[in-house]
C-alpha cells in the first residue's frame, strides 16, 4: 500500500511538479525499492516516448488571438487583485475565482483547437488533406501505443504487463512485432493473469492466420489450469480444427487437471 501512493507522486516526480519535501521522501524511499525504481524508469520512457511525438504549428491568427486573450487576462487579473483585499484564513473573491475559471478554461479550449486548426487552415483542398493530417496523427499514436507496449512488456510488475497488452486495444493496426510479443507472453509470462488477458487480446486477433497459427502452437505449452482450458474454449469459438492434435497431446500430460481433461475432451468432440 505504501509503494502505490508512492508511485503516485513517480508522475509528479517526472514532470518536475513534486514539492521538495516530498521529493526527498520519495528518493529516499526509491533508494529501498526496486519495484519502484522500474516504474520510474517506465514512467521516464513514457515521457520521453510522448515528448517525440511531432507538435503541431499553430497559425499566426491564432497565436495572436492567444497572446491577446493572455494580455486581457493578466490586466483584468491586475485589477482584481487591487480590488479584493484578502486576508489569512479567508477564501478568495468568488467573482474573481469565477473570472479566473473562465479564462483559464477558455485558454485551455484554444490550445486543444490549435491542432485542429492548424490541420483545417492549411488543407488544400480542405476536406481531403485535413483527412490524410488526422490519419496520419491517429497512425502515429498508433505507433507510440506499440512502443509502449513493448517497453511495458518488460516491466517485471505484472499490472504494468497487463497494462501494455490493453494497448493493443488502441492500435488501429497491429504489426508483426506486437503479434511475436504478445506470442511470447501468452507461452512464457510466469503470472496466469497475463496470459489470460493476453489470450484476450490475441482472441481479438484471430482473423490473421499468424495468430491463429501462434494460438495452436501454445496450446501445448500451457501449464495452468485456467490458461489450458480458457484456450480450449477459443479453439471452439474459432472453430479451429487444427488444434485437435496439439488439444489430444495436452490430454496426455500426466498431471492434467480432472476438470480441465474433461473439458478438453468436450473441445475436441465440438471439433471433430
Known amino acids: 500500500m505504501e509503494c502505490e501512493n508512492y508511485k503516485q507522486q513517480i508522475d509528479l516526480m517526472v514532470m518536475g511538479s513534486l514539492n521538495q519535501s516530498m521529493l526527498a521522501d520519495l528518493k529516499k524511499h526509491l533508494e529501498n525499492c526496486a519495484d519502484c525504481r522500474m516504474e520510474l524508469e517506465a514512467t521516464k520512457k513514457t515521457w520521453i516516448m510522448i515528448g517525440e511525438l511531432p507538435v503541431p504549428v499553430p497559425s499566426e491568427s491564432l497565436r495572436t488571438g492567444f497572446h491577446e486573450m493572455l494580455t486581457k487576462f493578466k490586466k483584468e487579473e491586475g485589477q482584481a487583485t487591487k480590488k479584493s483585499t484578502i486576508t489569512q484564513g479567508k477564501l478568495i473573491e468568488p467573482k474573481f475565482t469565477r473570472r479566473w ?22 488543407s488544400t483542398p480542405p476536406v481531403s488533406a485535413y483527412n490524410k493530417k488526422i490519419d496520419s496523427l491517429a497512425s502515429e499514436m498508433s505507433s507510440m501505443k506499440q512502443m509502449m507496449m513493448l517497453s511495458l512488456l518488460e516491466n517485471p510488475s505484472a499490472s504494468e504487463r497487463i497494462r501494455a497488452v490493453g494497448y493493443t486495444d488502441q492500435m488501429i493496426t497491429v504489426n508483426n512485432k506486437v503479434v511475436e510479443a504478445l506470442l511470447t507472453t501468452l507461452n512464457q509470462d510466469p503470472n496466469t493473469n497475463v496470459r489470460l488477458i493476453t489470450l484476450d487480446a490475441l482472441a481479438k486477433l484471430s482473423k490473421s492466420p499468424v495468430v491463429r497459427e501462434g494460438l495452436v502452437q501454445s496450446i501445448t505449452k500451457q501449464e495452468s489450469p485456467l490458461v489450458q482450458s480458457a484456450i480450449a474454449d477459443l479453439m471452439v469459438k474459432l472453430r479451429e480444427k487444427k488444434s485437435v492434435k496439439p488439444l489430444q497431446k495436452l490430454l496426455q500430460k500426466k498431471d492434467l487437471n480432472e476438470m480441465v481433461k474433461t473439458k478438453i475432451e468436450e473441445s475436441i468432440q465440438k471439433l471433430i
Open 101 to 122: 475559471t473562465q479564462y483559464a478554461a477558455a485558454i485551455i479550449l484554444l490550445m486543444i483547437g490549435v491542432g485542429a486548426g492548424y490541420l483545417i487552415n492549411h
